[in-house]
Structures are given as C-alpha cells and as structure tokens.
C-alpha cells in the first residue's frame, strides 16, 4: 500500500470524536489490542483530540479501533465470525429475523455501520437505548470438528480426552470491550488484511431499545449449538433401572406429547426449519422467545425470554416443562407429584419397591512417607503420633441412622459425630469443615453449606425412613438422604462435637511441648491437619552432628549457595524464614513479613520465593490496588487456602509498602473480617508466612517494623544470564530434591530442640519471641547475620528518613529551635518540609495533624514535642533532642 493508498487514521480519530466514541490505537503485532500502556482509564473517560494528534499524526500507525460501552455512548458491537458467515449463520439469523417479524429492525442493525474483517467476518455496531450497555457475550458457539483441530488443540485433548473444543460463531463486545474498525490493515491483523466499512458510519449506527436489544440476542442465539444438559433442578434424579416391562411415567410422557400440548397456553409456533421449530410467547407480536428441538442429543425446550414461567437459556425436557406448569416449581417432590400425576392419567407403569442394602466403607489411601535423610531408621511413634495417626487396617461399616422423625435424626447424627465414626470431618469458627486438595496437590479447607453436609452423609452414613410397604402391609427400610432442612438445622447450631480444625501444615512442625508432628492426617493434640507437600522422609530417632552437618551442606552450600544475598544477614534472614512454618505451632502468634527484594530482574527473588512452594506449598496473590482489596484478598486466602506460605509477587518496582492492613494482618495472631459476598462475620488464625517481592522496594509507616528483609544484588549487568550453578537448575534440583531439603530443615530444628533449644534473647517488637527462637536455631547452627541488617535496612524506610531530615533542618535553623513554634512557621523550611503523595507540600492543618501523629516518637535522636498555647488556645511545637537537649 503506498502512500497515497494509506489511510489517514488522524481523520479517522476525528470522525469517530465527533461522533461521541472513544478510539485508540491498535498494536501491530496482530493482537489486535490497544497500543497504550493501559487503557483501563479510556473504559471510563473518553481519549483527547491531543492524544489523538499524538497516537496518528505521524502516519505510522496501522490499526484504531473503539472502547464500547458507556464510554462510547452506549455503543455494543455484534460480531458474527468469518466462521459464522461461511457456514450460513448470518445468512440463517436474516431468515429467522423476516420471519419472526424482526425484518426492519435487522436491516437497520446490518445496514447502520458495518465492517468486514480481515478474516470475513462482520461487524456490526448499535447503540443501546433505555439501559447499560451488557458485558461481552457469547451469543452461538459449537464444538470444533476434529478437521478444525490446531496442533495444540490436538495436545490438549491427548493430555484431556474428555475437553471441549469450541468455536465461537456470535459474539457482542459491550461495556469495556475494545473492537478494531476500518480502515485498519497491515499487521494489525495476523493476516495482514485490512478492514473495510461496508455499511455507514459512526454517525449512521442504529439505536436499539432494550428490549428489542434482546430480541436480536434471542436471534443470534437460536444458532447456538452446544450441547446443554439439563440443570438440577429441570430435570428429575438420576434414574434407577427399572425390571423388563416398566416403564416410568415422565419417560412414557416424553415418547408420547407433543410440545403444542405441554406450552401450548404459553407460547405459540412462528414456523419450522428443519428439526428446530420456532415459538414466540403469547402477547407478544414480532420476534422468537424459545426453540424445541434444535439439540442434537433429545427434543427439548430452550427458552430465550426472561417473561416467562420458565428460566431463560436453560433446557427443559418434556416431563420438566409439564412438571413446572403443573406444579408451578421444579423440585425433587414437584417431579413426584407430576409422576403421580400422569401416572393417573395413564401414562407408566409401577416398578416394584427394592429393598435396602448397604456396604462397608471404603478405606481410603494413606502414605506416611519413605525413606530418606537418615534412611536407617524408623520412628516409634509417640502419645501424640498415634492418636492423630489414621487407621490402616480396620475398615468399619458405615453408621446406620433412621431419619423418618426429624427431631430424632438429628439427636442420632450428633450421637455419631460425637462417637468419632464421620472420617475426615472437622469444624472451626463457623462450623463443619473439611480438608480436600485441588488438581494441583494444594491443601484446601471446605466450609460445609447444607447440600455440602448432605452429600458428605449421603457418603458416610446409610439413612433410612422406615414406611409401609402395601405388598406386605408391614415396614420396610427405604434408603433416603436427610432433607436440605435437616442440613440446614444442624449447621445452624452454636456447635459441633466434632475435631476442631486448628490449621493445616504441609511438613513435619513441632508442637507447643516440643514433640514433632511427623504423621500425615490430624493430630489431636493440637488440632492440627498434616498435608504434606511432598513425600515425608522417616527420620532418627537421635540427631547426629553428621546428619546436622550434611543438612547445612544441603540447605546452604547446595540450595542456597549462588544468591546474590547482599551481607551474610540476608542468608540468614531467608534460612529464619525457611524454617518459620516448621515452628510455627511451636512460637504461636505473627511473624514479620518477608520483604524479598533486589537491585535488578533476574536476581533470583521469585526463585527463592518459588522455593517455599516445592518445600511447603505456595500460594500467590497479586498485590491489590487499594487497601479494601487487599483486604478482601487477605480475607478470602486465609479462609479456604491450606498453604502456609502466601506470597505477593513482583510488586512494581520501587514501591513503597505503606499499608495499614498489612500493619493490622503482621500484628494479629486471629484475623476477623466479613466473607466476600456473605453478611457472616469470621475468626480466622493468621498463622501464615508472608512473602512479598520486587525490585528496589521500600517501606513507609509502621510497614517498615513489620518486614524481614532478604536483599539481593546480582552486581553485573544481566543477571539472568549468569550460569554454572552448583545445582544447575534450582527448580529441577527442588522438584527432584524437596524431599531432602524438608528432611534438612526439620533436622535442623530438631537437633535445636535435642540440644536444649536455647533461645537467643532479640528484641523485635511484636515478633521478639519468634526472633529469639530463630536466633537461638541459627546460633546453634552457626550461621551468622540474624538482624544485623536493622542499620541497614532502616534506610529501606522512606518516611522514617524524610522525618528524620526534616527534624534535623528544624534542630539546626537558629530562629526555630529552642523554642515552640506554629505549623505555619515551620512551613517556611520549604526544602524539608515532608510532602503529600503528589509532591506539594501540606497546608497549615494538615502539617499540624502530622505533627500531633508523631507526637513523642524519635527519628534518629530527635522528637516533637506539644506544647500548648492556652492564651491563644493553639498548638505549638518545639523539637527535642534524646536526653532532654533542644
């Protein structure tokens, strides 16, 4: 395309401006996303003709396209893939649009602005009227055919046989959506295709009123053709096998109505294409509410319409849908009284009554572990290990309950919950819980709702109501699961006689009373729940210098020795680290968070923080925006996540960490806070390690107290490059390694405790007793540096030191100190005053709320000190120097 062929995509700014949308420019690598650091801000104010001039005027750019939504005056776009008008779909919704009386209001979408994309596709663009513009939606799909498999398509599913391949066919871009217009072309499109406006313009687009916005969604989704199963609740319980010759009444019903019978009083057909007949509901004059019919699989309703009995975009069979105007809900008892019902009617015949039977338990697999460390020995389990120690032998037959009264079958459940007969149920603040892991061996603990508690009895505990059997006219057993009401009723109680869930570790930790907990599963004596992460290794029951020995060789010479640490403290301060999950349960309350930072990317933070996930189990959260946020982030990991290491990765560089909830969370041994989404309020114990890392980070307020620092500095220009490792690969060695590395640290603390574990007196505010026990593992292992960072490190706190100037300046300027000043007076040290966040420096009011905050506390060896003017009735100030000079 030469230079004249090359559009002018300045001019194509100013027209959709003009026009009252937002448009931005498109990457040229075939993204097709916005080519701006981040467009989050243009979802909400619309870009300027100044950053237009600057994004287009030098001619470079290829692609522009829009921000739909609001922003864009209510604009959503329709896009009917090139997949979709190849195969006929687009095509097909004309079809249906002039036959449901929709014609006129789809010519003005198709012809109000158009384009063709590089692929041939089509983009249409409307404005909503009389509502917000919806989030994007897919409208049709259908499973890919193996013919359309992409190479990693085809791995996917070797690695996944049971995965869905889709295509989307329709789709809609709507509030904070992004969309590429004409004329982009070059490489904005991996084709290198241009786009081409086929209809209109931006000044052109149709209006659309919400409800006809919703005929046209109803349209594009009668091309819908995935597979849709039945929910829950529209369809009756998984069936039983009947004998030869019985035939159950909903099954006889759906061989033998015809829809027109069943919704005929609600909707009425608009006409037939194929297998899929049309229906429109009842009242209404133009457009398609519903489809009979259109899956592949069974005859079944799909209702588009939100005015109906029936709940849109889900599938009713036959016996649902009679079963919901019959009865008006669709419930396990709503199916039965429709059975009945047409069973009176003379549809089905009546299977005979099967008698209850039951089976034993199902053992389920357990591991304590292999050899390892020490690969000779085998520990005697103690008092402890063997109460909290799984059964390996006994498999006992499951607790039978006779539920016909209420009242007594919640009597004889707590009667079993208190006998211990109910494996792996706990609770804690809020109720019955238990632990589970997810696909990736992570630790998770479950709060029970009601259909949780059901389904956990309906595995454990044969229930049964005993009712009368009319063949023999006496009683018989008749296998039935306690009533969600039931469920309900039990977890409403204040409590349980269940375990109680204190938390859950992921290798062998010590006890209050010094013993190990070494035995995977729950240990009574704390009410603690042993996942372990990877295989634990036995060890001896003695701890030699050997075995101490060659656990630092594999800790520090071999795991750690290439970090860059920057003084012998940081080494030190990550081994405190390592071994903080391990006494844990041992030194109760909150640890300092664990600042990981470097000079540099590629220095090895997230590596070592990658570490505590072989070891331990790791559980990452992005740092949030704002404080309520992070909050709700804090909140939501302590509550279900078993991990005991919760990290913060690659804050952005420089940040300073000023956070009162991370102040409030690094002082609380119990962290309390209202469940996202729920009115309930929990108690949680914060009994994690928390790791934060970036590069060049700094602290800021109470932060900076809270934080155990590990420094990195590579020293060279890419550290990334750097090669010849001890281990070579630090995350192959940990996968192959973990194991003996867990074995290593736990060995460590043990031969600590085996010598006498002897504290070594540290002073660190809240933390002073976990730092003590630290201290006294590291000093018995000889590795030097715990805390001898803190003169360093105080320089990391960014408004320590601007205070600490600023109380200097006032010390030294003559006609300031010795006296009590006014705020106002102290402002004029223009250069020192601290500043607000966006550089400008505070009003009168404002310095003198700072002042009254820090009234008292010494930076370096200065305070403020109050004074009151009670003529004036003012505050003054006047700072002092430590031992009372001015």
């Known amino acids: 395309m030469n230079d004249a062929q090359t559009p002018n995509l300045r001019v194509v700014a100013r027209e959709l401006d003009d026009a009252g949308l937002c448009p931005l420019p498109v990457k040229a690598d075939g993204s097709k996303a916005p080519d701006v650091r981040s467009w989050t801000q243009y979802k909400v104010n619309r870009s300027t003709p100044e950053e237009h001039d600057r994004w287009f005027s030098d001619g470079r750019r290829t692609g522009i396209g829009i921000v739909t939504g609001a922003v864009s005056g209510n604009v959503e776009l329709i896009e009917f893939e090139g997949l979709a008008v190849r195969e006929g779909i687009l095509d097909e919704v004309t079809e249906l649009a002039n036959n449901s009386g929709l014609g006129d209001l789809w010519q003005a979408v198709t012809t109000g602005w158009a384009d063709g994309t590089p692929s041939g596709g089509v983009h249409y663009k409307v404005v909503v009227k009389g509502r917000p513009v919806a989030g994007n939606k897919k409208l049709a799909r259908r499973l890919a055919r193996e013919d359309e498999y992409t190479p990693e398509e085809r791995q996917r599913l070797a690695e996944k046989p049971g995965a869905k391949i889709v295509r989307v066919l329709i789709e809609t871009r709507g509030e904070g959506g992004f969309v590429v217009i004409a004329p982009s072309h070059g490489s904005t499109h991996p084709s290198g295709k241009p786009y081409v406006r086929l209809e209109g313009g931006p000044t052109t687009m149709p209006v659309i009123e919400a409800e006809d916005m919703d005929a046209i969604y109803a349209l594009c989704q009668a091309m819908d053709a995935m597979p849709t199963e039945e929910k829950a609740k529209t369809a009756p319980r998984p069936k039983r096998e009947l004998p030869a010759g019985y035939v159950r009444p909903g099954d006889d019903f759906e061989n033998k109505a015809d829809w027109t019978e069943i919704i005929g009083e609600e909707f009425a057909p608009v006409f037939t294409r194929g297998q899929t007949t049309y229906w429109r509901r009842k009242g209404k004059n133009r457009g ?110 499951k607790p039978q309950l006779d539920i016909t009264n209420e009242a007594d079958a919640i009597d004889g459940l707590l009667d079993i919950m208190a006998s211990g007969d109910l494996p792996d149920l706990y609770k804690r603040s809020t109720g019955p819980c238990w632990v589970y892991q997810d696909d990736q061996g992570n630790p998770l603990v479950k709060q029970l709702g009601a259909d949780n508690l059901r389904a956990y009895l309906g595995d454990h505990v044969t229930t049964y109501q ?415 120097q430590y031992g009372g000079r001015r």
């Open 466 to 880: 005993v009712v009368r059997d009319p063949l023999t006219e006496g009683t018989k057993e008749v296998r039935e699961l306690f009533m969600p009401k039931t469920c309900s009723t039990i977890l409403g109680r204040r409590d349980w006689p269940l375990m109680p869930l204190k938390g859950i570790v992921t290798s062998p930790v010590v006890r209050p009373d010094g013993s190990l907990i070494q035995a995977p599963g729950y240990d009574r004596a704390t009410g603690l729940y042993l996942h372990p992460r990877v295989p634990l290794r036995r060890l001896q029951p003695q701890v030699t210098d050997e075995a101490v020995e060659r656990a630092k060789d594999i800790v520090l010479n071999q795991m750690l020795a290439d970090f860059p640490f920057v003084a012998a403290s940081d080494r030190a301060q990550y081994l405190g680290a390592l071994l903080s999950p391990i006494v844990r349960p041992y030194v109760p309350g909150p640890t300092p968070m664990v600042m990981i930072t470097s000079t540099s990317q590629g220095s090895g933070k997230s590596l070592l923080m990658d570490a505590f996930g072989y070891i331990y189990g790791l559980s990452v959260t992005p740092w949030a925006e704002n404080e309520a946020e992070l909050r709700k982030s804090i909140t939501a990991k302590l509550w279900d996540c078993g991990d005991p290491v919760i990290a913060m990765d690659n804050l952005p560089n420089g940040h300073i960490v000023k956070s009162p909830i991370l102040s409030q969370l690094l002082t609380s041994a119990v962290w309390s806070d209202r469940l996202l989404g729920s009115t309930s309020s929990v108690s949680i114990p914060n009994d994690r390690l928390w790791i934060l890392t970036g590069n060049n980070l700094r602290t800021g307020g109470d932060n900076a107290r809270r934080a155990l620092w590990v420094r990195l500095d590579p020293d060279c220009p890419d550290p990334d490059q750097r090669d010849n490792f001890t281990v070579g690969d630090l995350r192959e060695w940990l996968e192959n390694n973990a194991s003996t590395v867990v074995a290593a640290l736990v060995t460590m603390v043990r031969a600590w405790l085996a010598a006498g574990a002897e504290r070594v007196n540290t002073r660190m505010g809240d933390y002073s007793r976990w730092a003590s026990t630290i201290a006294g593992i590291l000093d018995y292992l000889e590795v030097p540096g715990w805390l001898d960072d803190r003169n360093a490190v105080a320089g990391l706190d960014d408004e320590a030191q601007e205070w600490a100037a600023f109380l200097t300046a006032w010390h030294n300027t003559p006609n300031l100190t010795g006296r009590a000043v006014t705020a106002k007076e102290l402002l004029g040290l223009k250069d020192d005053v601290p500043r607000l966040r966006n550089g400008e420096p505070p009003s009168t009011k404002m310095l003198g709320h700072w002042l009254k905050a820090r009234e008292g506390r010494y930076y370096e060896d200065l305070k403020i000190v109050l004074v009151y003017d009670r003529n004036l009735k003012q505050n003054r100030w006047r700072v002092e």
């Open 288 to 397: 398609i509410s519903a489809t009979t019919g259109h899956a592949a699989d069974r005859d079944r309703l799909y209702v588009f319409s939100t005015s109906t009995v029936f709940e849109a975009e889900t599938p009713y069979d036959k016996f649902a849908a009679y079963t919901l105007l019959t009865q008006g809900v669709i419930t396990a008892d709503a199916f039965k009284r429709a059975a009945a019902d047409l069973r009176s009617k003379g549809y089905g015949s009546e299977p005979p009554r099967q008698r209850l039977q039951t089976g034993p338990r199902q053992a389920s697999p357990f591991t304590d572990g292999s050899s390892a460390l020490d690969p000779d020995s085998i520990p005697e389990p103690d008092e402890h290990e063997t109460a909290g120690r799984p059964d390996l032998r006994i498999v006992r037959d």
